[in-house]
């Protein structure tokens, strides 16, 4: 009897969250922040973590023309592009806000009148299916976006569950209507990207298949299952380069009404005749592992064919999560910013697996998730800093997934490391470092290691730091850094790995492990090692002990560094700053070294360098929109003028978050600049992923209320706070002040109220 | 207790069996019959119907060269020529017989010194790591092939199990030996048939992979376990096509002793010490499914690394089956003949699925087979003739297994068909018809249906029958047969569906299903629509409802036949010879006409024009080298002339057939010319399956001891036989004389003693 009241209990404890969490945040959440310029983000539809991220494309560039890279492709990372006048059609899978890129599967396009199976030239509407669009006739919501195609006067509306992408086409009366399926559209389309494509039309109504690529993921195949609220009439297929059944193709006309395709370039259309304001809907479920495992994704996840239905408990999950920080702040653009950072940050990484637990793996087998739910998308290299750290704070089950899902990528890989940057079953290596150790670390420390094997994932860690063909680090084993002669960006590798060792070091005190503990804190001061105290900046050395000759503190490439110059990335020691300070000179020399790096101008040339950002990305020679930097606002802290902490962060949230369009300053990459934002706005940040403390720097909000997991509630307040009153006079926590610089994450997760008492005045 | 006495009873009866069967029929085989010239069998290792046939290839031609066929291909449809000196490695999978092909998947070489990675050009033996070889130092056997690799002194041997292949290499000291895996290699290599090829090195012993290719089968891949008996010292790749990681491969040297590659065209070495007389074993399984399934059947099947007795098992098995006819005949070259023959039409259909069950269907999704062990590799055109039936009385669990495996491929075919041509989870649409129906419907009017769904076999039936854009289809079942001017090879296909319709009807027939046996009895008859009596023959008939005008009854091409001229294929009317000898004038004038066939000679223009076979295939315009007329000789039977059966019958026994590598006269096609042979041998024939007839001809053996798998046995005497005493003159089971010239079914699965009187008389 206990037990059933209890049970009721948790049970109306979840109803009155639920109630609290109805409050409808994603009216501040604008999906179009970040498409224009350098944010990289998608503006369609899809759920908290979707599988199906389903988005209109404005256009689709090669990734080389004639051998050379095509900048243009860059501009095109999620497809969507806000300048554009058209679009091709809409698409199934997009990163948010990366700087490299892939996906962009299945693309579907309605038009009207004479078939057209060619996407058409750029600014040439009528040359091809693609339709121009006007914002005015654009609404994107979290879950939600509408568009009306101008071209054939179609309305396009589309919604998503998990894995389903949910359209609606509201057609004008034609005889000649036609959803045309483009199985060869892709983001970042290289050379062959296209490696096969199947596909079987099942019935009148329903299509399977799969796509298999050779892109930034080098053998990655997504499968799906496609289905249409009425009957086609006719439809039929093109196949580019004719891969028709050896020898004995004769036998039919494969290109129209004949049930299969498959070759590496295939167009699909389907033939309807609509009344007017006829609405076709198509269903479209994603799947890792079959055309089996789509369609019962489909069927499970939208069992009928109600568009509102699907609309609502999408954005009623929205509400669910957006609400698990309610905020108060000065202005509605405030609002607007929180949310839509709060939204990026619940983008990726995706769900990777079908309703019954099964996923492709690394090895590409197909694998059953048990006891946790198999996440994709691993941008490391970025979101290691802010992301994870902040997913341990508001999705600590998600998070613990995520580590679930980077061990079983460990368990999968034929090098028997964790993931570095990795998407859909492939690894991609990109960028440096092996982050995901700060990422477990993070979690360990912080005791979020519920259903994790902590003992299995510190030996996965140390097994990855010890992969002695990896990029430099058996060079950096042994000599304790990456010589710039055998290894490019040596000294940026060499800093990052040195930081992810002490995160390695943290994880094994935190287990009692005290041998690897000794092993990896050792390894942490390597960072020492390419610091040359007579420049005083860190600086490239070569593999007979000498600092490289050319070398230019303001120049990022061929110099020894990658995405960030030695101004910027002299100062990543993030788990040692005391240290890093001393030997900068201390702590007065190093807070005028922080404030010339703020101040100086970094001339064009040098700009020209740094990569996946806007003029507009960089504060003086300080580059925001480039991850190295994201700890440095937070450095003044270990000197005698923590204030200018306070003023930089505030000085970088007004600069480089905007309720706009071209709103970001750099790539969101899958939500780090956001999750920067986040932290930043609530008035701390994790400055070392591994500790369990948070840099306190200048709230920017007047309330906020986190809802925990564990249960608990975290009330912050910036009481007085204003654009000028940016200071943090007085820190308070559940009435008592404290007397340091920053918080820990138990101060965070045992609940309660934190106060900051704000003042327009530094407190010196 | 009386069970366990049933139960032990019937354990010493199977060791009785066994006993029996342990007699070395192996010894009697001979696998190089048919690798010369145009029998286009293979002479490696294999286990019956084994999924690995793993065989030396002695060259590799590409299907096109500059855009035009190939001739050279035609020769490596089995990999091998006899006439070759050169081997240049041991690939796992291998058509028999075939005229088109494909497989050839992961091929094996050992060498020692300097790494040659390229397989060198023909005839010019170290210009690559192919090798000199020849037949005096090559053994050839039921599951074991031996050859000395002249070049560089290494002896090969091969063995195998089901899903297995295991070499074993002796090399020479050296510190230099290598073992190259190329997953470049295939059989009938079309431009691009490569697709994607992944690998990965998970210990210095064991690499696993797959293949996808498009070739014959349009999308195949194939899955691969590969462990070496010792560790290898260093490996490597080489890719072909350089399809590394997009953007962050320079992170690695990829291209040695990194564990992973992937792209279109690979090859990988691995490096050796090895002391003189060293052997090297290599396990080598294969799945259709992953490749956990294929770590998942070498840990089954080859537990250990004892070569001797894995060749032996797989001995003992070929000595079972082969064993299941115990044949006594007048020369050692008749037992050859025979046993060779018999190991022929054991070589495929072949298992199709991993040792749990689990195999990749037809919609590319991965299948549980349950209650059966699922077949591919169906050559339906030429093996529902003969062999099939042969399988209803020598393998009938078997055969009721590739029938479920057909039901399962019609389950997954997005046409709902029955398979036509297929193989690896792809229907290749080869030759023509819907030839399953007539295997099916032989195993369900002799019974042999045990764990079949009848009911729905038939519904598969009359769906695929029914199939109107299949191949001239919709004009068959509207006009009565298929119009030259709308689709080629138009007689023949007439004639064969009009057959296949027969055979559904009498499945329809015996299932009690009258509406249906009414519809296709009726579409039986179509055949009389192409005969044109004006001259005598079938003939193009137009859509006009006019014969064509251009017809020459030599002639093959583009005259409305496919591998057979209408001299031969007029013919084709099994299933109603008593009628079509009517309207070809009666039985007098049909013997005549039936004279001339055999007699007449068929000028090289006309030759040419005939496929797969040689010169010696023919008997005077009588081409037994080609399918369609394999019932002819029996046609006497219908005539006042048995006699001439049982003449032309021994005669082309003897032409066709012969004990040396050339010696058989055409296409073995997976079985389908053996089984002829076979059921010629024994003195009988199925002209029409789906009979429960088989016409008497004349056998060619003294005894021949049939066991049955229903635990009977028949034993087959042909008294007075010899080359010269070729006429039947009685015929008795059980010691009573039978007054037809045909035997059922039941006389032969019910056992006893068939007692053929032979003569040099024909009995008028």
Same mark, same amino acid.
């Given at each position: 009897?206990?037990?059933?009241l209890?049970?009721?209990?948790?049970?109306?404890?979840?109803?009155?969250?639920m109630?609290q969490?109805?409050?409808?945040?994603?009216?501040?959440?604008?999906?179009?922040?970040?498409?224009?310029?350098?944010?990289?983000t +998608?503006?369609g539809?899809?759920?908290?973590?979707g599988?199906?991220?389903?988005?209109?494309?404005t256009d689709?560039?090669?990734h080389?023309?004639?051998g050379k890279?095509?900048?243009?492709t860059?501009?095109y990372?999620?497809?969507?592009?806000y300048?554009d006048?058209?679009?091709?059609?809409f698409?199934?899978?997009?990163?948010?806000g990366?700087?490299?890129?892939d996906?962009?599967? =299945?693309? &579907?396009?309605?038009?009207?009148?004479?078939l057209?199976?060619?996407p058409?030239?750029? /600014?040439?509407?009528?040359?091809?299916?693609?339709?121009?669009?006007?914002?005015?006739n654009?609404?994107?919501?979290?879950?939600?976006?509408?568009?009306?195609?101008?071209?054939?006067?179609?309305?396009a509306?589309?919604?998503?569950?998990?894995r389903v992408?949910?359209?609606?086409?509201? +057609?004008?009366?034609?005889?000649?209507?036609?959803?045309i399926l483009d199985?060869m559209?892709?983001?970042?389309?290289?050379d062959?990207?296209n490696v096969?494509?199947?596909?079987?039309?099942?019935?009148d109504r329903?299509?399977?298949?799969?796509?298999?690529?050779?892109?930034w993921a080098?053998?990655?195949?997504?499968?799906?299952?496609m289905?249409?609220?009425k009957p086609?009439?006719?439809?039929?297929?093109?196949?580019?380069e004719?891969?028709?059944?050896?020898?004995?193709?004769?036998?039919f006309?494969?290109?129209?009404? +004949?049930?299969?395709?498959a070759?590496?370039q295939?167009?699909a259309?389907?033939?309807?005749k609509t009344?007017?304001?006829e609405?076709?809907?198509?269903?479209?479920?994603?799947?890792?592992v079959?055309t089996?495992?789509?369609? /019962?994704n489909?069927?499970?996840?939208?069992?009928?064919?109600d +568009?509102?239905?699907?609309?609502?408990?999408?954005?009623?999950?929205?509400?669910?999560?957006?609400?698990? &920080?309610a905020?108060?702040?000065?202005?509605?653009?405030?609002l607007?910013?929180?949310?839509t950072?709060?939204?990026?940050t619940?983008l990726?990484?995706?769900?990777?697996?079908?309703?019954d637990?099964?996923?492709?793996?690394l090895?590409?087998n197909?694998h059953?998730?048990?006891?946790?739910?198999?996440?994709t998308?691993?941008s490391l290299w970025?979101t290691?800093?802010?992301?994870?750290?902040?997913?341990?704070?508001v999705?600590p089950r998600?998070n613990?997934?995520?580590?679930?899902?980077?061990?079983?990528?460990y368990?999968?890989s034929?090098h028997k490391?964790?993931?570095?940057?990795?998407?859909?079953? /492939?690894?991609n290596?990109?960028m440096?470092?092996?982050h995901?150790?700060s990422?477990i670390?993070?979690?360990?420390v912080?005791?979020?290691?519920?259903?994790?094997?902590?003992?299995?994932?510190?030996?996965?860690m140390?097994q990855?730091?010890?992969?002695?063909?990896?990029?430099?680090?058996?060079?950096y084993?042994?000599?304790?850094y990456?010589?710039?002669?055998?290894?490019?960006?040596?000294?940026s590798?060499t800093l990052?790995?040195?930081?992810d060792?002490?995160a &390695?070091?943290?994880?094994?005190?935190?287990?009692?492990?005290?041998?690897?503990?000794?092993?990896?804190?050792?390894?942490?001061?390597?960072w020492?090692?390419?610091?040359?105290?007579?420049v005083?900046?860190?600086?490239p050395?070569?593999?007979?002990g000498? =600092?490289?000759?050319?070398?230019?503190?303001?120049?990022?490439?061929?110099?020894?560094?990658i995405?960030?110059n030695?101004?910027?990335y002299?100062l990543?020691?993030?788990?040692?700053?005391?240290?890093?300070?001393?030997?900068?000179?201390?702590k007065?020399? =190093?807070?005028a070294?922080?404030?010339?790096?703020?101040?100086m101008?970094?001339?064009?040339?040098?700009?020209?360098?740094?990569?996946?950002?806007?003029?507009?990305?960089?504060?003086?020679?300080?580059i925001h929109?480039?991850?190295?930097?994201?700890?440095?606002?937070y450095l003044?802290?270990?000197?005698?003028?923590?204030?200018?902490t306070?003023?930089?962060?505030?000085?970088?949230l007004?600069?480089?978050?905007t309720?706009?369009?071209d709103?970001?300053?750099?790539?969101?990459?899958?939500?780090?600049?956001?999750a920067?934002?986040?932290?930043?706005t609530?008035?701390f940040?994790p400055?070392a992923?591994g500790?369990?403390?948070?840099q306190?720097?200048s709230?920017?909000?007047k309330?906020?209320?986190?809802?925990?997991? /564990?249960?608990k509630?975290?009330?912050?307040e910036?009481?007085?706070?204003?654009?000028?009153?940016?200071?943090?006079e007085?820190?308070?926590?559940n009435?008592?002040?404290?007397?340091?610089r920053?918080?820990t994450?138990?101060?965070?997760?045992?609940g309660?109220?934190?106060t900051?008492q704000?003042?327009?005045?530094p407190?010196?």
């Amino acid at each position: 009897m206990k037990k059933l009241l209890t049970g009721l209990f948790l049970l109306f404890s979840q109803i009155n969250l639920m109630a609290q969490s109805s409050e409808n945040y994603i009216q501040y959440v604008n999906p179009l922040i970040g498409t224009q310029k350098m944010g990289h983000t +998608f503006p369609g539809a899809t759920v908290p973590f979707g599988a199906v991220q389903l988005s209109p494309d404005t256009d689709q560039q090669p990734h080389n023309i004639g051998g050379k890279y095509n900048k243009n492709t860059y501009k095109y990372c999620a497809g969507y592009n806000y300048d554009d006048r058209e679009i091709v059609g809409f698409s199934h899978t997009h990163f948010s806000g990366t700087g490299h890129s892939d996906l962009g599967d =299945f693309l &579907i396009m309605p038009t009207v009148g004479e078939l057209q199976l060619e996407p058409g030239d750029k /600014n040439s509407p009528k040359s091809g299916f693609r339709s121009a669009f006007s914002h005015k006739n654009e609404t994107a919501e979290p879950n939600y976006y509408k568009v009306l195609l101008d071209d054939d006067g179609i309305l396009a509306e589309m919604t998503t569950t998990e894995r389903v992408g949910f359209h609606q086409y509201t +057609f004008p009366e034609s005889e000649n209507s036609h959803i045309i399926l483009d199985l060869m559209h892709g983001i970042y389309n290289y050379d062959d990207k296209n490696v096969w494509t199947f596909v079987r039309v099942e019935s009148d109504r329903r299509i399977v298949g799969y796509r298999q690529t050779n892109g930034w993921a080098r053998t990655r195949t997504v499968y799906f299952a496609m289905e249409f609220s009425k009957p086609f009439k006719n439809y039929g297929f093109k196949n580019y380069e004719t891969q028709n059944y050896k020898g004995f193709w004769r036998k039919f006309d494969q290109t129209k009404n +004949f049930p299969e395709a498959a070759g590496k370039q295939i167009r699909a259309y389907f033939d309807f005749k609509t009344a007017k304001d006829e609405k076709i809907q198509v269903k479209f479920a994603l799947s890792p592992v079959s055309t089996t495992g789509a369609l /019962n994704n489909l069927k499970t996840e939208t069992p009928d064919w109600d +568009f509102e239905k699907i609309k609502k408990t999408g954005q009623d999950a929205w509400r669910k999560e957006l609400g698990k &920080i309610a905020v108060t702040a000065p202005t509605r653009d405030d609002l607007v910013n929180f949310y839509t950072a709060l939204y990026h940050t619940f983008l990726s990484p995706t769900v990777y697996m079908d309703t019954d637990g099964k996923y492709k793996g690394l090895d590409q087998n197909v694998h059953q998730a048990r006891g946790f739910t198999n996440y994709t998308t691993f941008s490391l290299w970025d979101t290691y800093r802010a992301l994870h750290p902040f997913f341990n704070i508001v999705q600590p089950r998600r998070n613990r997934e995520m580590i679930n899902s980077m061990l079983a990528h460990y368990d999968q890989s034929v090098h028997k490391m964790l993931p570095v940057w990795s998407h859909y079953a /492939n690894e991609n290596w990109c960028m440096i470092g092996y982050h995901s150790v700060s990422v477990i670390s993070d979690a360990i420390v912080k005791g979020n290691t519920t259903g994790i094997d902590a003992e299995k994932a510190l030996a996965a860690m140390t097994q990855t730091a010890r992969t002695k063909y990896y990029d430099g680090l058996e060079y950096y084993m042994q000599m304790g850094y990456v010589p710039e002669d055998k290894n490019s960006s040596s000294v940026s590798k060499t800093l990052e790995y040195a930081y992810d060792d002490w995160a &390695i070091a943290q994880a094994a005190k935190k287990l009692g492990k005290t041998a690897i503990y000794d092993e990896f804190i050792k390894r942490s001061e390597n960072w020492k090692n390419v610091y040359d105290s007579s420049v005083g900046f860190t600086r490239p050395k070569r593999s007979d002990g000498k =600092f490289a000759e050319k070398f230019d503190p303001l120049k990022t490439e061929g110099q020894g560094f990658i995405e960030g110059n030695s101004w910027n990335y002299s100062l990543y020691v993030p788990h040692n700053p005391e240290k890093m300070i001393e030997m900068m000179g201390g702590k007065q020399k =190093f807070a005028a070294h922080l404030d010339e790096l703020f101040t100086m101008h970094l001339p064009d040339e040098f700009f020209a360098e740094t990569e996946d950002i806007t003029r507009e990305g960089i504060i003086g020679n300080y580059i925001h929109g480039n991850e190295p930097s994201h700890h440095v606002a937070y450095l003044y802290n270990w000197t005698d003028a923590p204030w200018k902490t306070q003023e930089k962060v505030r000085m970088i949230l007004k600069h480089q978050y905007t309720a706009a369009p071209d709103g970001l300053g750099g790539n969101d990459d899958c939500g780090q600049m956001s999750a920067w934002f986040l932290f930043s706005t609530l008035g701390f940040y994790p400055v070392a992923p591994g500790s369990d403390q948070y840099q306190i720097g200048s709230p920017a909000i007047k309330t906020a209320v986190l809802k925990l997991e /564990n249960g608990k509630t975290l009330t912050i307040e910036a009481r007085n706070q204003s654009d000028k009153n940016v200071y943090v006079e007085k820190v308070t926590i559940n009435g008592r002040e404290i007397n340091r610089r920053f918080l820990t994450h138990a101060d965070i997760m045992n609940g309660g109220r934190l106060t900051f008492q704000m003042s327009d005045k530094p407190k010196m």
